[in-house]
């Protein structure tokens, strides 16, 4: 059983363009979260989602990001208009049913804004 | 609102010593509490879980301890060694709540 899968690893982008970050939860699993880690800094929640729903969203940035996770296929992280200010490393985590189990994280996609 | 504080920030020890990270919470209305390690530039890789009724969770040379009631948890490393090097983050997962809040992490060197 595979575990979560986030790709890219890495991505480098401009100021100004859009980055999308996929996550493949594992399998069987039907909750999603977005997590963010700025340099020396702790994760930070950003987004909770079950297929085809948002659930809570009230760590997103108001502006320039967005959230989904489709019937078919991974969840994307999407953010548009890259700023310097969004370098940082974006982890997924997915588990079961219930909302309280465990979470499995996946290796994280790392965002360079040049 | 919940916040994750560990100390000390970062800590260096010889091979071999035994050493204790700390971690606190403001609220103590929380599901569980989890320790993860983070090797550089890598992902977290889970070391242990207690549940909220629990007081203690042990595998291998880690013991962690929860002490709800104060909003602390301990995680004791036994005989360390250089491989034990990376950070180690602190994880509460609230009550009623989607999110984990995670501390800022202790940045572990163990030197041969």
């Known amino acids: 059983n595979a575990g979560v899968m986030q790709n890219p690893r890495h991505l480098v982008r401009r100021r100004g363009q859009e980055a999308r970050l996929r996550c493949s939860p594992m399998?069987?699993?039907?909750?999603v979260y977005w997590y963010r880690q700025l340099p020396e800094e702790g994760l930070k929640f950003m987004v909770y989602?079950?297929?085809?729903?948002?659930?809570?969203e009230s760590g997103m940035p108001k502006e320039r990001f967005s959230a989904e996770f489709p019937k078919e296929g991974p969840s994307i992280l999407r953010i548009q208009q890259v700023v310097r200010g969004d370098s940082a490393a974006y982890f997924c985590?997915?588990?079961?049913?219930?909302?309280?189990?465990?979470?499995?994280f996946g290796p994280g996609t790392r965002l360079t804004v040049l | 609102k919940q916040e994750v504080t560990q100390i000390p920030a970062a800590l260096s020890v010889p091979e071999g010593e035994n050493l204790v990270l700390n971690c606190s919470f403001t609220?103590?209305?929380?599901?569980?509490l989890q320790w993860f390690r983070q090797d550089p530039g890598k992902g977290l890789t889970s070391l242990l879980l207690?549940?909220?009724?629990?007081r203690e969770q042990t595998s291998g040379r880690l013991n962690a301890s929860l002490d709800k009631s104060s909003g602390r948890s301990t995680l004791y490393i036994a005989a360390s060694q250089p491989g034990d090097s990376a950070t180690y983050l602190c994880a509460v997962r609230r009550l009623n709540n989607n999110d984990m809040r995670f501390g800022a992490g202790t940045r572990l060197t163990v030197k041969p």
């Open positions: 609220d103590s209305a929380i599901y569980n």
């Open positions: 985590a997915s588990s079961p049913g219930q909302v309280l189990n465990e979470q499995f």
């Open positions: 399998k069987g699993h039907s909750h």
């Open positions: 989602l079950q297929k085809e729903n948002i659930i809570d």
């Open positions: 207690i549940q909220s009724s629990q």
